[in-house]
């Protein structure tokens, strides 16, 4: 008895892998090199490793400041600034090139999510018909009119459910 949702569930999985892998394929070799370094960036030990290089860049034109009198970024540090400057430009490029694409993909799965939602519907409506139409036709099962399954056995439209949420939900526009 498990044999059959278990190939179910397998065929579901191997579904989702086989739409992972394809927009994995779908990647440039850009946006592959910026994810991987967008990993790699989004750890907690960069935090650690930009602090520390920032205390010893500042320690070092301290202690150059006080024993040679020749720093090489005295205080307040423009140099350093211009490079944090740099790396955060360059960090924050990097992790809104990850996140835009995250967000197509989101998208494509919401869109699929949805068709796959509606297929579901239109097949418990046709079920539903199914069993409607079953149960009169069968003598021993008295038949009797029942509201409910008659709305239930009607397709939901899409189109009219997105307009009465839009028209039922308060608009965020500023």
Avoid: C
């Amino acid at each position: 008895m498990n044999e059959p949702s278990t190939t179910h569930v397998e065929e579901a999985i191997d579904s989702i892998a086989e739409l992972e892998r394809r927009a994995q394929e779908a990647m440039s070799p850009h946006q592959r090199w910026i994810e991987r370094v967008t990993r790699r960036i989004g750890r907690p030990r960069i935090v650690y490793v930009i602090l520390a290089f920032a205390l010893a860049w500042m320690g070092t034109n301290e202690i150059l400041s006080l024993t040679q009198h020749a720093a090489f970024d005295p205080p307040p540090f423009p140099l350093l600034d211009s490079i944090m400057t740099l790396v955060s430009l360059m960090l924050v490029v990097l992790v809104l090139t990850t996140e835009s694409r995250a967000a197509q993909i989101e998208v494509q799965r919401r869109r699929l999510d949805l068709q796959i939602n509606l297929l579901t519907e239109r097949r418990t409506a046709k079920l539903i018909e199914m069993i409607d139409a079953l149960r009169r036709d069968l003598p021993s099962v008295p038949t009797h009119h029942d509201p409910e399954v008659e709305a239930l056995r009607e397709r939901t439209d899409p189109h009219a459910v997105a307009r009465a949420i839009e028209e039922r939900t308060p608009d965020e526009s500023p």
